[in-house]
């Protein structure tokens, strides 16, 4: 594993998830434009100038997707962890790939199924943990009782 910075001028980066939540984009950006100092994430390189966030089960850093919106929003060139990843993995990692710029982002409030909203509330909740950004009161956010 190498780390390096991330440069949005020259290289591209892929996700492989399709919808990210809304709140925690904002709070991260919020943090970086405080200064903060956000966690490198995990990517391997495709091809070209061509690298998608990892996407191994059996990784402890899997993921990234918020900070790498939040960092892209933002202009920011982020800390990341450069994977030597196997061409035979390469292909089974990589899947349905969505530019960073291109996912979408939302508030699991508006989400119309019942199953997948509770899903994705719960995945907030979860998450919200770890973004002490997160400004409830002007999203109109309630911590469910369950995460308090």
Excluded at 36 to 60: C, L, Q, V
Excluded at 97 to 104: A, E, L, Q, S, Y
Excluded at 117 to 131: G, L, P, V
């Amino acid at each position: 594993m190498v780390i390096k910075t991330f440069d949005w001028e020259k290289d591209t980066l892929f996700g492989y998830e399709e919808g990210r939540h809304l709140f925690l984009v904002e709070s991260l950006r919020e943090g970086i434009r405080a200064g903060d100092k956000i966690k490198p994430f995990d990517i391997f390189h495709i091809e070209g100038n061509n690298y998608m966030i990892n996407y191994d089960k059996t990784s402890k850093n899997n993921g990234g997707h918020h900070r790498a919106i939040a960092s892209y929003k933002e202009r920011r060139n982020p800390l990341v962890n450069l994977l030597d990843v196997a061409e035979d993995k390469k292909k089974f990692l990589q899947g349905d790939m969505f530019p960073i710029d291109k996912i979408v982002l939302f508030d699991y409030r508006n989400i119309y199924y019942e199953d997948l909203r509770k899903y994705y509330e719960n995945d907030f909740w979860i998450r919200a943990k770890e973004y002490t950004r997160i400004n409830y009161k002007k999203y109109g956010l309630i911590p469910p009782e369950r995460f308090m």
